[in-house]
């Protein structure tokens, strides 16, 4: 974002604190439950959870930084005529961690997807060399438009960005289709539902990403801006973590796993 | 490096900044995954995972003291012409602790490599005390240059370093390879990429430790020393971990240490 002073209401400047701060506190609240539950699940699922706890525990230190950085950018307060508005130094507040976060993350994330189905090692190992290149190409493709000032190169790169995205969720589709197929019954329904669960909070991102571009003023584009990153980093993290914690759960109960969920809980 | 403001441009400036935080992130997430996946892997390569842990744990507070010091560094910031630049003291920013860092955790890192191996204990002793007397003497001697203000000084500790730096080499592909051939088929495999990965990314530090003295510039060595380092540290350290566990987990998974994984489990 450009070198620039945005005028905020008290209102719109404590909207995005208290949630940068929801934020942790939901992302921590996670971290100790997904580490909890890992005797919850048979053995060969333990993975996907450890990886989910990883996942939002990088989250909540990023969230950490994010909401000092919030709170740094504050060049002063003015009152215009009845109503206190913050000065608020875009220029200060650093857009990057959230790129940092996503860079260690979204990877993470498919990771998790193809380690709850429970793959052989050879496919697993090409579905996820597959999807971590194009998590990576994704965010590198649209952090050059994040900080651009102008909206056409905020357009363009958002544009070249969304062409991993479609080949991820090809992947995720057809390709992984088959795998899902094989799974048992309650499981591959939760698992569609996860992928549903991914397009919709994936989805949320480009709408944050545009929300500065859409005319819709300085002030309101930054809130939204924002607000619709955090929601989606709090349902693409650790809600999809939830959802891969009962997927997990429900075929260690089908026993759908190489052992009895008594047998792995036993031998703990 | 002598006492001096070197002008960086923001971008330059908070490009290390990011990089360092990432860094934080990646250690600890790590850490975390190191800790919790020790009961993926047979009880003989349990020690190798912890010894895994420890160095990223280390490697994470002490990139979290150099992203202070960085940030600490700035003695101001001055305009030039439309671009903002930064006043950055290099006195004030403190490079012993990556010294420091590296002191604990490079001897670590090759008991890592000897621990996952499986040897008797009298061969691993041996192996484990050649290695962290040469891990020191390369440190030690590498550490005068790194703090020298000439290029002649840096160039000849630079050098003397070197001595022990090929000794470990030769450790790991001369006498530590008929080890590595006694081990499990695929397992053979992944420990000489190991050896690779080490080599790769080992010969990245000297390429850092040159890069102010290469002629390109203050500012532009200054920044390149320390995204080289940062990256070298990610992938020789939690990179490192990750293969050590593949190749641990895949050694769990062949039957070749002394119990099946479920005995490793039931053995809790």
Chains 1, 2 share one sequence.
């Not at 997807?113 to 965010?139: H, Q």
């Not at 969720?169 to 088959?178: A, K, T």
């Not at 891969?244 to 031998?267: F, V």
Request: glycine letters at 10%; aromatic letters at 12%; charged letters at 15%.
């Amino acid at each position: 974002m450009s070198e620039a002073i945005v005028e905020l209401t008290a209102g719109q400047y404590n909207l995005v604190y208290n949630l940068f701060s929801l934020t942790i506190a939901a992302m921590a609240a996670a971290f100790v439950f997904f580490i909890g539950a890992r005797d919850q699940v048979d053995k060969k699922y333990r993975k996907a959870l450890l990886v989910s706890a990883v996942v939002v525990g990088v989250a909540a230190y990023h969230y950490f930084r994010i909401f000092q950085s919030w709170g740094g950018a504050v060049a002063g307060t003015e009152m215009a005529g009845e109503t206190m508005m913050y000065m608020f130094n875009t220029a200060e507040f650093n857009d990057a961690y959230r790129y940092a976060d996503w860079l260690v993350t979204v990877p993470l994330l498919l990771v998790e997807v193809v380690a709850v189905l429970g793959l052989t090692k050879e496919k697993e190992r090409g579905f996820i060399a597959k999807l971590t290149i194009a998590a990576v190409a994704m965010l590198a493709l649209g952090y050059p438009g994040e900080i651009a000032s102008d909206t056409g190169t905020r357009l363009l790169w958002g544009t070249l960005s969304s062409i991993p995205f479609v080949y991820i969720l090809y992947v995720l589709w057809i390709e992984l289709g088959d795998a899902i197929k094989d799974q048992p019954g309650h499981a591959q329904v939760l698992l569609r539902n996860l992928r549903l669960l991914l397009l919709a909070t994936w989805g949320f991102y480009p709408i944050a990403y545009l929300a500065p571009v859409m005319g819709i003023g300085e002030a309101t584009g930054l809130v939204a801006l924002n607000v619709g990153y955090a929601i989606a980093d709090i349902t693409a993290k650790a809600g999809f973590g939830l959802m891969i914690y009962s997927i997990a759960r429900t075929k260690t109960l089908e026993g759908g796993g190489s052992g009895q969920p008594q047998a792995a809980a036993a031998a703990e």
